[in-house]
T-cell receptor, first 113, second 111 residues
Framework: KAGVTQTPRYLIKTRGQQVTLSCSPISGHRSVSWYQQTPGQGLQFLFE???????NKGNFPGRFSGRQFSNSRSEMNVSTLELGDSALYLC????????????FGQGTRLTVV | SQELEQSPQSLIVQEGKNLTINCTSS?????LYWYKQKYGEGLIFLMMLQKGGEEKSHEKITAKLDEKKQQSSLHITASQPSHAGIYLCGADTNSGYALNFGKGTSLLVTP
């Protein structure tokens, strides 16, 4: 089985721009979660989608949004980028929502300049 | 405050030595997950523990869950350079919601 695929791997954006990151989960997995990882804050939960519905949301501003498509692929969008949004964004897929091991992609490294 | 505390923050051990990493939760644990991460890359799933007293092993890595103490430990026996990386514990503390993570333990294994 192919693993979790995130695109792009690297991205450089300017403050004020917006960005869209993509995540293709493992085939058959219906739950996709997004995390932001920074050296200072560690790994922080952004949101989780299951069957195209957002199940849970972390403590991030409304500039961070996401969605999930019928094929379980997910996208997250960050609008009006700030320097502090520079981070490694990780996507994880699980076969089901809730208590299940999550398998992570390689991440998208976003740098905001 | 951080729900999951990992200790130590970093560790340097000589190849062949044993080591233990701890993860303590301030909330009730419904599940505990261990991951390994190479710098700048994704997380590799190691083990999932769900029941108090549960212990799992994979190759030279053993993880235990002490539900009463809300604590888990990861033990590596006869460490090798390939064990180097960042070890993260993730916990299901909200009964079915997404994982919260500790800040990680950085492990370096020297020859």
């Amino acid at each position: 089985k192919a693993g979790v695929t995130q695109t792009p791997r690297y991205l450089i954006k300017t403050r004020g721009q917006q960005v869209t990151l993509s995540c293709s989960p493992i085939s058959g997995h219906r739950s996709v979660s997004w995390y932001q990882q920074t050296p200072g804050q560690g790994l922080q939960f952004l949101f989780e989608y299951f069957s195209e519905t957002q199940r849970n949301k972390g403590n991030f501003p409304g500039r961070f949004s996401g969605r999930q498509f019928s094929n379980s692929r997910s996208e997250m969008n960050v609008s009006t980028l700030e320097l502090g949004d520079s981070a490694l964004y990780l996507c994880a897929s699980s076969p089901r929502a809730g208590r299940a091991e999550a398998f992570f992609g390689q991440g998208t490294r976003l740098t905001v300049v | 405050s951080q729900e999951l505390e990992q200790s130590p923050q970093s560790l340097i051990v000589q190849e062949g030595k044993n080591l233990t990493i701890n993860c303590t939760s301030s909330k009730t644990l419904y599940g505990l997950y261990w991951y390994k991460q190479k710098y700048g890359e994704g997380l590799i799933f190691l083990m999932m523990l769900q029941k108090g007293g549960e212990e799992k092993s994979h190759e030279k890595i053993t993880a235990k869950l002490d539900e009463k103490k809300q604590q888990s430990s990861l033990h590596i026996t006869a460490s090798q350079p390939s064990h180097a990386g960042i070890y993260l514990c993730g916990a299901d503390t909200n009964s079915g919601y997404a994982l919260n993570f500790g800040k990680g333990t950085s492990l370096l294994v020297t020859p």
